[in-house]
DNA sequence: TTATACCTAACGTTCGTTCGTTAGTCAATG
DNA sequence: CATTGACTAACGAACGAACGTTAGGTATAA
């Protein structure tokens, strides 16, 4: 089974190229000598450039869809929301930094995010997954929680969407910041906190 | 005065080329191509392709301080505040409205945000342009906002720097959102009609 | 033996850039 | 008023370097 990881190693490393620079302005001198052999060696493993974006792409694709916690949700059944007296705000809020530390610092999740954020404007199917996954998908998850939240009579009968999305973009805003400047994450946690319990606050029943 | 126009031009290339490509993955050719001149006459204007990023970059910077909303804003004394009544909720949200089209369609405002969206985590300068531009500034002004409505009694008295992250980030992802799929911006100004609403109800002292 | 993973070398193309030339503008000069 | 000279903006041609890619050889291991 132990099959050959440098074909693992050039991904990895590609992902990481791409996350920075994007998938045009990197060579595949840069990749080659990242991962260590010369750039012919690289058509060993891949048919062509295109090959190591698109194969990179499944992969990020098939992370998400294996990790992400944002696309399977039951609000209804998960273990924090069984005791219904669980879901106080301070335990949302140790809910949400738990799963931002994860998203922020994931080498697959974070790079696929940057890689995302720069390629979208440029190709048409990364713009898709970058509305899925970074747009989507978590106001979805979100919509889930607030209906659940309004269900419980814990938050007032707003509009779930609305609510979703004040509660969500703040997040999402934050973890564009932390992927520019991640010495600031300590201030954003802290943020996040904050935006959470008040939250709660305004919109407790 | 009637100077030459083609410098602008090539000016104008660049930031709508930077903006879907990024820097590096725009090449001389493409830009000579895009402003119909040979590659070799662009250096009439420029002295290399450095100083074209960094002349595009200093024009985005001056348009923005000539033109942004955010940097100056005297909530005492602006021309819709000076009638206390007239700051409801509805006229909150026809005035994001507005700033929103404008903000989404002035051609330089656009781009210029764009580039910055691809170009963040590869050039330090443009990074921190991105979190002045897009962050920091907009976060001030809605501060400033929030900090007005508190002190004239019509927003409950919560913590202005959260109110300003919840009532402003939504519109940022949505910014975003409609840079990436420019056909949803109908459906966008429907969703911050109602977010402005809601976060007027919720608030409402 | 065959297949695999890596190598060196080279391919043709494109990259950013430089050079020398040309055509046009315009003010000063004789 | 015609001629000159300086200046400008465009050009074609060419540069060396880097690009993505291919061909062919070599060593290892099943």
Chains 1, 2 share one sequence.
Not at 148 to 173: C, G, H, N, W, Y
Request: net charge negative; aromatic share 10%; proline share 2%.
């Amino acid at each position: 089974m132990e099959k050959s990881n440098t074909r693992k190693e050039i991904l990895e490393a590609a992902l990481e190229l791409f996350a920075v620079n994007g998938y045009e302005a990197t060579s595949i001198s840069q990749l080659a000598d990242a991962v260590g052999i010369r750039k012919a060696s690289l058509y060993s493993h891949f048919a062509n450039k295109q090959d190591i974006l698109d194969t990179v792409v499944e992969t990020v694709l098939k992370g998400y869809a294996d990790h992400s916690i944002f696309v399977r949700a039951d609000w209804d059944n998960a273990a924090y929301t069984k005791d219904k007296t669980g879901m106080t705000a301070e335990n949302a809020a140790k809910l949400v930094q738990g799963q931002l530390r994860y998203i922020l610092h994931d080498p697959h999740i974070s790079k696929g995010r940057k890689m995302l954020m720069i390629e979208q404007f440029r190709n048409a199917e990364l713009a898709e997954l970058q509305t899925k996954q970074n747009y989507r998908d978590v106001l979805n998850y979100f919509m889930g929680m607030m209906r659940f939240l309004i269900r419980e009579a814990i938050l007032k009968d707003e509009d779930p969407e609305i609510m979703a999305a004040q509660f969500s973009s703040p997040i999402t805003v934050w973890i564009n910041l932390c992927d520019r400047e991640p010495e600031r994450e300590d201030e954003v946690m802290e943020l996040v906190r904050k935006h959470v319990m008040q939250f709660f606050t305004i919109y407790r029943k």
